[in-house]
């Protein structure tokens, strides 16, 4: 079955500098990569997503790159903000249904320090 | 609209008692429903996830189980908690149209003292 590696599982920036989470998947046949973000105390909620025929995907501060050569993905933060601070989820799918529908990552922690 | 609640937001149950986590699901048929558990600092770990009523798939043994009474609920429970059942519950209904999208509930924290 599929298998998504995340890194780092901890991250701290300064306020204003870029931040990158990395993320790598095992089955080539994967074909959407969605990121979510999880604030403290809540559930995890999908900020941006890229299907394997785009290479990258931009909104506003964020964006996601995806080289499926390699079977890896990433997700830019320029310019953070305090409220940037939070748990990042990647997650990868190849449409199927029950257990493998979804294949998270293992989550990384983002502190931006103001 | 389509939404996913999930309750109570908190929970502190002694060792031994029962459990019940509830989430119900609107706007939507036959959603695929998932329970999810997350330590403190880790990851999501699948519990539970249902494709239908009466239709219950266990990722991992463990002291809970799971029930799909209504098309739209999903609920997670226990006969007698573990101080290990500790954590942070999370359904999350899953759909599969364009692209494959989850809505998460908005989380239980459960301690078991």
């Known amino acids: 079955g599929e298998n998504v590696e995340q890194h780092p599982s901890t991250l701290s920036v300064q306020e204003g500098d870029s931040a990158v989470i990395k993320c790598t998947y095992s089955?080539?046949?994967?074909?959407?990569f969605p990121w979510y973000k999880q604030e403290l105390g809540k559930g995890p909620q999908l900020i941006i997503d890229?299907?394997?025929?785009?290479g990258e995907k931009k909104d506003q501060r964020i964006a996601v790159t995806l080289n499926k050569t390699a079977k890896h993905f990433s997700l830019h933060i320029t310019e953070t903000q305090p409220e940037d601070s939070a748990v990042y989820f990647c997650?990868?799918?190849?449409?199927?249904?029950?257990?493998?529908?979804?294949?998270f990552g293992s989550g990384t922690r983002l502190q931006v320090q103001p | 609209s389509q939404t996913i609640h999930q309750w109570p937001a908190t929970l502190v149950q002694p060792v031994g008692s029962p459990l019940s986590l509830e989430c119900t699901v609107e706007?939507?048929?036959?959603?695929?429903l998932y329970w999810y558990r997350q330590a403190a600092g880790r990851g999501l770990q699948l519990l539970f996830y249902s494709v239908g009523i009466g239709q219950i798939s266990s990722e991992v043994p463990q002291n809970l189980s799971a029930s799909r009474p209504q098309d739209r609920q999903f609920i997670l429970s226990s006969k007698k908690l573990l101080l290990s059942d500790s954590g942070f519950y999370l359904c999350?209904?899953?759909?599969?149209?364009?692209?494959?999208?989850?809505?998460f509930g908005q989380g239980t924290r459960l301690t078991v003292v």
């Open positions: 089955d080539s046949a994967s074909n959407y």
């Open positions: 999350a209904w899953i759909t599969l149209k364009l692209n494959t999208e989850a809505f």
């Open positions: 706007g939507t048929s036959n959603p695929n």
């Open positions: 997650a990868a799918s190849k449409g199927d249904t029950g257990r493998r529908a979804l294949t």
């Open positions: 890229i299907r394997s025929n785009v």
